[in-house]
């Protein structure tokens, strides 16, 4: 990278926060271990800053890669094209909690629980939760619209976006949006910033929608005999007209590396094909607790042997840490990769069926487990004994049998980690070259030059490919 | 228009689908006595057609207005300037009510309330509400992002519309999205359309979200002193965490409209300066009660004198129909302009006083009513005994400033109603020209020709104007 632009990076953001060495850790996020080290990392404290970074990078044609809490899954932080790594870490502010109109605003770099738990200390509520909410970022869960088991009830990240600052190559700072439930005026670029992971601006700001605080949540876990049972159940809750805020399927491999990992069980269910951990909540604990009852009533008749009421605090917390250390207890058993397929909620067991059997073809061990409730299964595909060229050899045909036949269920590609660098090959399969063609005049439309996180969500033009680096065996980055 | 391009419209979708008699009812909407005959007009049955005609016009570079149900406030569905007005009202088929999934996949020609009737025919409920339900389309709820008062609760048109089928003026059509509650694979087209009034694609096919219909709603109305009582009574609603599905704000003069109109009364607050009407609904009888009676006496401690409870069906009904035809009684009291202001919530008692204070200086009189709850309010501007120069000498200047001082309180210039063609000159008070240099780019990217909707959204550029047309005087299209 040329001195000049090292330079003028200092005069933006600070020497103290233009990085050029023991900066290793921002060339990875959570996707497997790929590496990407930058050539620079800066850390502004400003949107005019972001703003003048971007600018003189456009001017310079060279790769910006947004950042915030790099717990990305499909390697929507890595800088692929190497470049400046632009971390929006000390962007960290929650500019305001306004309890009257219920919205908040707040800087990118703000961890997702830490908002949370601020909003909620006032009896407010945010609702999107994803499971790795105490290291993600605000900024990043816009870019990447995340999920989470909540989205149930409460839809995914987008539903809770009202107003963006972002910024753009062309140095200029656009307000889209505001604390305004209703808002027609011009095209909804709010909506078009949340999903596009970085590659057409970055979020300096958000404008967040918040509920009050639900008083009261009740948990239960249930074992099936089998997938189609559990989904089932799933259906008839909501034939009883009631909407859980939460419905979790775990399979028995999952539930098992949970229970080894953290040398705890689950309390109902061991052996059991299927396991659901299902929540309802409100304000109205009578309502909440027939609701639970009548849910309890229909996983039995489904099959469900015996069922775990978690209706205080301290069992429904760990029950559901036992959940969320599910991710990190399967990807620990081996080498893996993890895909994030959705379909119709009642296609779910096909999917299962079809994960079984794109597996097996392949010969590749998976577990699943993901959130029933929305169709969306997390596949860990895992190497465990394989050699490196049999891996490779295995897993791509099997990753694009599993992306073809999810597709024919009417699903999709990835439900809540984004295509990011690892899924944007297969793009393809989900819409066809004309569709992907428009996505593309968007992106020009933004970022005429090309600068902002190339090499993500959009698959690659003819004859430019970016190849695989991954972290050197033994070492490790934090 | 060239018959050779007639001739090729009658292939398209036949003969008796392709008019070019009888078509003054295609050259207006709902918005005041506009008027702009289309050159001729079609009526497509399937989107393959609705895809040939528009890559046609845009061989041609013929403006195509899409129309739906006609019910616009903002002129969006106004052939403004001519050429072929394509109806969608023969593509009015549900095409599915997946009740296992919750979803429904509809053409764009289905009628809002027909819709809602038959998923509540099985136990369904499809959330956005707008007041022209019994006439209004689904196409153009979609493309305008069509609000109403359940949007509180429920939300607008946005938050349920998962996926699209949009013919493109290439001739292509795409879908987007699908029966899916997540998905992140690609940028959010999606919500692009949704909002875009017809001026990126034409939508020929919507899957909505459903949820299981609340079995209880229960209705309230209360009279306060002023606008100040009645806002602080809706923030302490909030504040005891509950969130009713409408609340509803009518200043005395649209009261005492709507009941002449009817010959019926209101059954409280005769006098009143400011009503509110204000529902809430569920599954559980008791907790809704509970709710209506928290809230009864959050109105009677805010000063209300009495509230009435309408908790019977028949009572919610003739309350209701009251509410629903304040807009067409206002508007037959003179010549108008509507306007759709709306801000953060709180905000809302700023944006009456605005009102009635931008009213008096120009020497206008002002009736508001509307969705207290989104701090969205309907403020029609009436033109009583003002001869023609001196209603348009007071009116520009009246609007002008109230949407300055709307955007000024953090609102918008339109809350539900669409920017269409009367609010595209204010667009630049809403946002800086690179802003809407942007809005342009991603027009250009779906529709290089400029064929769909021109004279809409976007404000005219420099040395560019459509002249105003207007219903000749005692005649009527129906």
Same mark, same amino acid.
């Given at each position: ?24 850790? &921002? #060339? ?53 094209? /190497? ?20 919205f908040c605003?707040t $800087?990118?770099?703000? !961890? =997702? ?13 945010y609702g999107p ?9 605000i900024g990043?869960n816009v870019a990447?619209n995340a ?8 839809g995914v990240t987008k539903d809770w976006v009202y107003g963006l600052?972002v910024?753009?190559?062309? #140095?200029?700072?656009?307000?889209t949006g505001g ?9 909804n670029l709010t909506q078009l910033f949340v999903g596009?992971?970085?590659?057409? #601006?970055?979020i =300096?700001e958000a404008t967040l929608k ?51 990992? @953290?040398?705890? %069980?689950?309390?109902?269910?061991? /052996? ?9 909540? /409100? ?9 639970? $009852? ?46 994030? =397929? ?11 069926? =079809? ?7 392949? #010969?590749?061990?998976?577990?699943? &487990? ?9 596949? @860990? ?33 990835? /439900?809540?980690?984004? !295509? ?10 989900? &819409? ?10 968007? %992106? ?8 902002? @996180? ?9 004859? !430019? ?14």
């Open positions: 990278m040329i001195p000049e632009l090292i330079v003028r990076l200092r005069e933006i953001v600070g020497s103290e926060h233009t990085l050029l060495e023991d900066i290793d850790a &921002y #060339g990875h996020d959570e996707t497997e271990d790929f590496w990407y080290p930058p050539e620079v990392v800066v850390r502004p404290r400003t949107a005019q800053e972001v703003a003048c970074v971007l600018r003189l990078a456009a001017d310079h044609r060279v790769p910006v890669t947004p950042q915030a809490g790099r717990t990305s899954l499909s390697g929507g932080a890595l800088p692929v094209c /190497g470049g400046i790594a632009l971390s929006v870490e000390r962007m960290n502010r929650i500019l305001e909690i306004d309890g009257r109109n219920l605003v $800087e990118p770099g703000v !961890v =997702t629980q830490v908002l949370q738990e601020e909003v909620e200390k006032r009896g407010l509520f939760d994803p499971a790795s909410r105490g290291s993600c970022m990043g990447h999920g989470g088991p909540r989205a149930l009830k409460y600052q910024a753009l190559p062309s #140095g200029e700072l656009i307000r604390k305004l439930l209703k808002n027609v005026a011009g095209y596009s992971e970085g590659t057409l #601006g970055v =300096t918040l509920i009050p605080k639900p008083r009261f949540a009740k948990t239960l876990l249930a074992p099936f005999r089998d997938v189609i049972a559990a989904a089932t159940a799933v259906t008839r809750i909501f034939e009883a007209r009631i909407i859980p805020c939460a419905c979790e399927y775990m399979e028995r491999a999952a539930v098992e590396a949970a229970e080894q990992r @953290n040398g705890q %069980k689950f309390p109902v269910g061991h /052996g059991a094909a299927a396991t659901l951990l299902i929540e309802v909540d /409100g304000n109205d604990e009578e309502a909440c607790e027939k609701d639970l $009852e009548k849910i309890a009533g229909i996983c039995m008749e489904e099959g469900a042997p015996d069922v775990f009421l978690a209706t205080d605090a301290d069992k429904r917390a760990a029950v559901w840490a036992l959940r969320r250390s599910i991710g990190e207890a399967v990807k620990s058993i081996s080498a893996y990769r993890e895909e994030d =397929t959705v379909v119709p909620r009642a296609r779910l067991p096909e999917l299962v069926q =079809t994960i079984r059997e794109v597996a097996a073809k392949h #010969g590749i061990a998976a577990i699943s &487990y993901g959130h029933i409730g929305d169709g969306n299964i997390h596949v @860990n595909l895992l190497r465990m004994g394989l050699d490196d060229e049999e891996w490779k050899r295995r897993l791509e045909p099997a990753v694009q049998e599993l992306f073809e036949r999810t597709i024919a269920l009417g699903g999709q590609i990835t /439900g809540e980690h984004g !295509v990011g660098f690892v899924q944007r090959r297969y793009l393809p399969l989900a &819409y066809p070259k004309h569709h992907i063609e428009l996505m593309r005049g968007l %992106k020009r439309v933004f970022d005429p030059q090309g600068i902002l @996180n190339p090499g993500k969500v959009l698959p690659d033009e003819e004859g !430019v490919a970016i190849p695989e680096r991954h972290r050197p065996r033994g070492t490790t980055t934090t």
